[in-house]
C-alpha cells in the first residue's frame, strides 16, 4: 500500500509526469511485490521562489550557477 | 495538537472542504478528546494529472474506467 | 482518490487508531464520494519532544499547563 | 541532510519566503552543523479555504476574530 | 531538486530499500534531468495498524483478504 | 497557522530540537506576525538507511565522503 509524493522545481510536461508514474509503480512491484492498483503517486510541481537550497530561493540560486 | 492533511483529485467545492473540516475536526475531538483550536486540517487538491494511480495519471485511469 | 495523513501526540491506542480510520473514510464518501478501497489514511504517532508548540516541546508547554 | 516544509496561510511576499528560506538554512547550520548546500526547505501557501482550524476554514475563522 | 518520499507498509529490507533508492533517483535523473546530488528520497516505513485502507487497519484488512 | 515539518538524519538530542523550535517559531513570528500558540512544528528523525541521497542510503553515502 505505497504512497509516494514527488515534490521537484520546475514544473514537467504531461508526458515526463506520466513517465514517472510508470516507472516508480514498477519498481515498487518489482522490488516490494506492491499492487499497482494500490499504489498512489502525487507528484507536487514547486514554484522557484517557494523552494529554498543552500540558503536562497532556487530561482536566486539558479541565477548564479548551473543546476 | 493534530495536523492533519488531506490530499484529493479531483478539487471540491467550498462546502464540501468546510463540511471535511468539521468531520475530522469532531472525530479528533470526540475519539481523542483533542482541542479544535489545536486542531489544523489543511486540504490540497491535488490536478489530475499529477496523481497516478495503478500505473497511470489519474485522467487516464479515468478515461477507461469508472471511479 | 484520497491520501490522508493524522499526525498525533502522544500516541494512541489501536482502537482509537481504528475508529479514526473508520470515521475519516466514511466522511470522504459520504461527502465526496470517494470510494473506500481508494482512501488511504495513515497514522503518525509523534513523540512529544518532537512536536513543538508556542515556541517550546509539547512536553515542557503540558508541564506547565493543560491541553 | 535535512528537508524542511513549511506550511503557511495565506500567501507570503517573495521577501518573506527569502528571508524565512534563509533563517531556517541558517538555524540548522548553527544547530546541527548542517551544510546549506545539502539543505532543502520547500514553502506551501495554502488558500484559507483548505486550511481548517478550530472546525472552520480559516477565512470563516478569521471573519469572527483577529489572529 | 527532487524530494520523494515514499511511505509503505509493513517494512523493507535494507537490501529493498536501497534498490528503490537507486531506481528513484535514476529514473529522476533520465526523465527530468535532475543531478543525484540534489536528489532525497526518504522512506517511511508504516506500522499495519497506523495505515487505514478501505475503511480499516491494514493488519484488519489482510487478515480477510490477500494483498 | 503554520504547520513545519523538519526531517533530519540522523537524530538529534533533545536540547538541538528544542532550539530548533524556538528559532523557527521566532522566524515566522517576526517574518510573518504569526502567532506562536497557533504554529507547530514538528521534528521527524529518519534512519540513515532510510534517507536516499545521489542514489545511495545515507550510511552507505557517508562511509565514502564525509558530510
Given at each position: 500500500m505505497p504512497y509516494v509524493n514527488v515534490r521537484i522545481t520546475p514544473a514537467a510536461t504531461r508526458e515526463q509526469k506520466a513517465q514517472i508514474i510508470a516507472e516508480i509503480t514498477d519498481t515498487l512491484s518489482r522490488?516490494?511485490?506492491?499492487r499497482p492498483d494500490q499504489t498512489h503517486i502525487v507528484i507536487d510541481e514547486v514554484d522557484e521562489q517557494n523552494w529554498g537550497f543552500a540558503g536562497v530561493p532556487t530561482d536566486m540560486y539558479r541565477a548564479g550557477t548551473r543546476e
Open positions: 522490488v516490494l511485490g506492491k
